[in-house]
Every structure is written in C-alpha cells, then in structure tokens.
T-cell receptor, first 112, second 111 residues
Framework: GQQLNQSPQSMFIQEGEDVSMNCTSSSIFNTWLWYKQDPGEGPVLLIALYKAGELTSNGRLTAQFGTTRKDSFLNISASIPSDVGIYFCAGRVYGTASKLTFGTGTRLQVTL | NAGVTQTPKFQVLKTGQSMTLQCAQDMNHNSMYWYRQDPGMGLRLIYYSASEGTTDKGEVPNGYNVSRLNKREFSLRLESAAPSQTSVYFC??????????FGPGTRLTVL
C-alpha cells in the first residue's frame, strides 16, 4: 500500500518557538490534509491542500502542498501549550475516491 | 449536533470473544470509515462505506466485518478477538471525499 513518511517523529520545543514538520510519499497525491489529535480524542482537520504549490494558512498554522506532489509541510508559528498533540498528514491518490492514507504522526510537546 | 459518536469508549476482551463496535453520525454524510490506530503506525483503514448499502475493504480488513445499517450507522464486528487486535478504533464520516470527521475512539484490549 501507500507509504507516508512523517518527520520528525517527536519534538520538544519551548513556548514561543516555531515548529516545522513534513510528510513525504512514495506516490503522487492530489490532496494533502493535516490533522491534529489531542490526547484521548479523535483527529481534527486543520488544513486541506488541493493544488501543487498551494500555501494555506489557518491562524498560526501554515501548510504547503509540495510542487512534486509527493510531499507536504506544516509550520506552526509562536507555539503555545495548547499546540501539544499529535499531528498527522494524510493524502489522497487520484482514483481512490474516499480513501485517505495517513502518516505516522509527529508528537509535539511544548515546555513553558 | 453530536457529530460522530462511538460506543463503547473502553472494552476488554478475552481471546476468542466477539464484540461489535458501534458508530453513528448525525451530519447526514454518505461515507463512513473504520480505522485502527497503533503506536508508531498512524491510522490504518479497516473498512469503509462510500454510501448506504455499500462496503469495501481497506488496508487491514482481516479479522473484521462491517455493517452499514443505515445512513447514520456503521458497525465494526470482531468475530473472534485476538491480542493483535488490541488497538484504538476510530470511526469517521464525510460528505466530500477528504474532510473526514472523527469520533472519540474506542480503546480495545484483547487479553
């Protein structure tokens, strides 16, 4: 099946720092999504990307659809304690309708 | 509007026991999904239902069965639970093919 490699696996940062994480695929995707999962909860959609090169923001979060269609990036600026959680990328391949492939997640911990 | 609900929240089974995980959504979505989440492996699709009356296998369907009871409900059944099925199970629904809304999860332990 599809493989999505997400890095880093985990991050410990100080409040106020910026965060960068990325996701790479062995195949081309036509949609990239970024989800956040709080402890004990299900994932919640943060940003959706539909076009190669697209750059989309949601508050302090900015995500980009890589130009090769095989990667995506998520940046969080000026991190705060509530940013703690696991961030997942997900991709959808042409012709697979509703099926998403998820990355392995980046666990973010923020220290004061 | 509760979104996606799942029952139970927690369950402990012995090897060989059976159980059904329930999922319901009140957003009138056509598509519903079952995922399992294991440490370091992200979310993997077990089964999905693109619309009422249809179901299809995902990445890891072995040992599971599903029923799309109606547009609102999509259940996941383990006929003979195995320790390898210890996991957190998430149900999701969507109207469009990408914006999936997830339930709170069921934490299953098989002894």
């Amino acid at each position: 099946g599809q493989q999505l490699n997400q890095s880093p696996q985990s991050m410990f940062i100080q409040e106020g720092e910026d965060v960068s994480m990325n996701c790479t695929s062995s195949s081309i995707f036509n949609t990239w999504l970024w989800y956040k999962q709080d402890p004990g909860e299900g994932p919640v959609l943060l940003i959706a990307l539909y076009k190669a090169g697209e750059l989309t923001s949601n508050g302090r979060l900015t995500a980009q659809f890589g130009t090769t269609r095989k990667d995506s990036f998520l940046n969080i600026s000026a991190s705060i304690p509530s940013d703690v959680g696991i961030y997942f990328c997900a991709g959808r391949v042409y012709g697979t309708a509703s099926k998403l492939t998820f990355g392995t997640g980046t666990r973010l911990q923020v220290t004061l | 509007n509760a979104g996606v609900t799942q029952t139970p929240k927690f369950q402990v089974l012995k090897t060989g026991q059976s159980m059904t995980l329930q999922c319901a959504q009140d957003m009138n979505h056509n598509s519903m999904y079952w995922y399992r989440q294991d440490p370091g492996m992200g979310l993997r699709l077990i089964y999905y239902s693109a619309s009422e009356g249809t179901t299809d296998k995902g990445e890891v369907p072995n040992g599971y069965n599903v029923s799309r009871l109606n547009k609102r409900e999509f259940s996941l059944r383990l006929e003979s639970a195995a320790p390898s099925q210890t996991s957190v199970y998430f149900c999701a629904s969507s109207e469009q093919s990408d914006t999936q809304y997830f339930g709170p999860g069921t934490r299953l332990t098989v002894l």
